[in-house]
């Protein structure tokens, strides 16, 4: 079994988009994060699912996005299958600024004063992308900044498990 579950609270800045690979953080198994400042880039987990289903102990991460936490997401959050990354803050997409895409192996829990931040080319037809493996329950405000213009919709969000809007989202 895994020896323990990890634990972060963070207040200040981790930048990890000089690394060569984009990553903020690197844990090994369960983990459990409260962000209250400022993290950008990938969450990756050193241990995979099947390895952590062999060892009897499903991945299950949980990373709170705290009302002052921005979050600008690199390419990989992973979570685990059962994870779960709680929004309660500013979530941004893939490169930020910019369009990039992010995949999130977990669910998706957007809360009422949360922000999901959208980057968007209208006129290009392209947008930041979220893929999720789990589901993705999503309230409070979907922010889209767009570079350009046009009447077109575009895709920004898909969850494997299903998608819930939340009746008062802005």
């Known amino acids: 079994t895994l020896p323990h579950l990890e634990r972060l609270s963070h207040f200040g800045l981790i930048d990890g988009?000089?690394?060569a690979k984009g990553v903020a953080i690197l844990h090994m198994g369960n983990y459990a994060t409260l962000n209250q400042g400022h993290i950008n880039g990938s969450l990756?987990?050193?241990l995979e699912d099947d390895a952590a289903a062999a060892l009897g102990v499903p991945l299950a991460?949980?990373?709170?996005n705290m009302a002052s936490g921005v979050f600008n997401?690199?390419?990989v959050v992973d979570l685990?299958?059962?994870g779960v990354l709680r929004n309660a803050g500013t979530l941004g997409i893939g490169a930020v600024p910019g369009i990039g895409s992010t995949v999130l192996?977990?669910?998706?829990d957007q809360q009422a004063g949360g922000v999901l931040?959208?980057?968007?080319d209208m006129a290009g037809g392209k947008a930041d992308s979220l893929q999720i493996s789990g589901t993705a329950t999503i309230a409070g405000t979907v922010h889209v900044a767009p570079t350009s213009v046009s009447n077109r919709g575009l895709k920004v969000l898909t969850a494997s498990g299903g998608l819930a809007l939340d009746p008062s989202l802005a």
Do not use: C
């Not at 991460?61 to 709170?64: A, C, P």
């Not at 931040?117 to 968007?120: E, L, M, N, V």
């Open 17 to 19: 988009t000089a690394s």
């Open 44 to 46: 990756v987990n050193g």
């Open 61 to 64: 991460s949980s990373f709170d």
């Open 73 to 75: 997401a690199g390419a």
């Open 80 to 82: 685990g299958a059962g």
């Open 105 to 108: 192996t977990g669910h998706l």
């Open 117 to 120: 931040h959208i980057d968007a």
